[in-house]
C-alpha cells in the first residue's frame, strides 16, 4: 500500500514536469508576395521560421515536415490564405498556433503583416506590421525580426516600436571625421534635447537592441535618441552577448566599440544551460516535496504520539512512516539535481570565458 502511494506521487510530479516543459506548437505559412517575387517571399519566410526557433520559446514546424503532413492527409497549401483555411491546416498539423502574412511593395514602400491564428478558438490572436522606405534587404536584416518581435513582444515593447518605427528613410552613415562633425553640428542646431550614439559592433551580422528596440549593426553608428540613460543588447550565434548602459548627452556623439567573442563550444553552451534550467526546476520541486513531506511525517507522527485507541494508532504509524520515505527519496533526487545544477553552471562560465 505504501509503495503503491510512494509512486503515484512521483509519476504525478513527473507528470506535472513533462507538462511543464512542453512548449507551445507553431507552423508558419509562406508569406504572400504582393509586388516582389515568390523566391524573395520565400527567403523571408525562412527568416522569420529562424527567428522562432532561435527564441527557444517554440516547437517549430519546420516546412519538410509540414508539407509532407499535409500532403498525407490531401490538403493543399496554395490558395490557402482565408483564416478558415488555416485553421483547418492548423488542425492538421497539430498545432496551437498559426503565422501567415504577407510581403510586399506599395509604391517606393516596402512593407510586412504578419497575423497569428489561435486554432484552438479560431480567431486572429495577434496582427502586427512593419513599413519602410528603403532598400529592400532591410526586409531581410531587420523588417522580418521587427514584425515579429511586434507580433509576440509585450505590451510595452509594442508601445515603444510604434512610437519609434514608423516609415524609416534610409540615410548614409557616417565615415569620417568630418562627417561626424557635421552630425554634431546638426544636433546643436536642429535638435532638442537630443544625441546621437556611434556604436562600432563586430561581428557584422550580429543582432542589436537599443532600448528593447531592434535596429541594425550599421543603423547603431547613426542612432539618435534623447538625452538621458539607455540600454544596449547585441548578440549573434556562436558568439557571446554583450549588454550595458549608456549614457547620451545633450548634442553630443556617444561613441562605443563592441567586439562578441565567438564561443568556440557555442552547442555545449546551449545543451549545458538547458541542462541548468531543467536542474534549477526539478531540484525546487523535489525540495518543495520534501519540505511538504517532511511536514505531513510530523502531523501524522504527533497524531500516533496522542492516539487514543490501537486502530487509529497504527493508521498514523503507517502514515508516517509512508510519508517518511517519501521525504526521503525526494530529499535524495533533490541533493542529485542541485549537484548536476551546480556542475552545468561551472561548465557555463568556463565556456563563457574560454577564448
Same mark, same amino acid.
Given at each position: ?41 520565400? #527567403? ?15 516547437? #517549430? ?170 540600454? $544596449? ?36 553552451? #546551449? ?61 535524495? #533526487? ?7 545544477? $551546480? ?13
Amino acid at each position: 500500500m505504501k509503495r503503491k502511494i510512494i509512486i503515484g506521487i512521483f509519476v504525478s510530479l513527473f507528470m506535472f514536469i513533462s507538462f511543464s516543459y512542453s512548449q507551445t506548437t507553431i507552423a508558419v505559412l509562406q508569406l504572400r508576395a504582393k509586388g516582389i517575387s515568390e523566391m524573395e517571399a520565400e #527567403v523571408l519566410t525562412e527568416r522569420l521560421r529562424s527567428h522562432l526557433v532561435n527564441l527557444n520559446q517554440f516547437q #517549430v514546424l519546420d516546412r519538410e515536415n509540414m508539407n509532407s503532413i499535409l500532403e498525407e492527409q490531401g490538403f493543399q497549401l496554395s490558395g490557402c490564405t482565408s483564416s478558415k483555411c488555416m485553421i483547418e491546416a492548423g488542425q492538421l498539423l497539430g498545432v496551437e498556433f498559426m503565422i501567415s502574412g504577407s510581403v510586399g511593395k506599395f509604391g517606393t514602400i516596402f512593407t510586412i503583416d504578419l497575423r497569428k491564428i489561435d486554432i484552438g478558438s479560431g480567431e486572429i490572436a495577434k496582427t502586427s506590421s512593419y513599413d519602410f522606405k528603403g532598400e529592400m534587404e532591410n526586409l531581410l536584416t531587420e523588417g522580418i525580426n521587427t514584425a515579429l518581435i511586434r507580433l509576440l513582444g509585450n505590451k510595452e515593447q509594442k508601445e515603444k516600436l510604434t512610437t519609434t518605427s514608423q516609415v524609416k528613410e534610409t540615410t548614409t552613415q557616417p565615415k569620417t571625421v568630418e562627417d561626424d562633425k557635421s552630425i554634431h553640428e546638426k544636433l546643436l542646431t536642429d535638435s532638442t534635447n537630443m544625441g546621437y550614439l556611434n556604436a562600432s559592433i563586430m561581428p557584422k551580422f550580429s543582432e542589436v537592441d537599443i532600448d528593447n528596440v531592434s535596429t541594425s549593426v550599421e543603423k547603431a553608428k547613426n542612432y539618435s535618441l534623447p538625452a538621458g540613460k539607455h540600454k $544596449i543588447k547585441v548578440f549573434a550565434k556562436d558568439y557571446s552577448t554583450f549588454s550595458d548602459k549608456f549614457k547620451i548627452i545633450e548634442g553630443e556623439i556617444t561613441s562605443m566599440t563592441i567586439t562578441l567573442e565567438e564561443l568556440n563550444g557555442n552547442q555545449q553552451l #546551449v545543451k549545458f544551460r538547458k541542462k541548468r534550467k531543467r536542474g534549477i526546476i526539478l531540484s525546487s520541486v523535489f525540495w518543495s516535496t520534501t519540505l511538504f513531506s517532511a511536514g505531513m511525517e510530523g502531523s501524522n507522527y504527533d497524531k500516533y504520539e496522542n492516539a487514543q485507541t490501537s486502530d487509529s494508532a497504527k493508521e498514523y504509524r503507517e502514515k508516517t512512516e509512508t510519508w517518511g520515505s517519501i521525504r526521503n527519496l525526494s530529499a535524495v #533526487v533533490a541533493i542529485s539535481f542541485s549537484a548536476s545544477t $551546480i556542475y552545468n553552471h561551472i561548465k557555463i562560465k568556463k565556456i563563457i570565458t574560454k577564448k
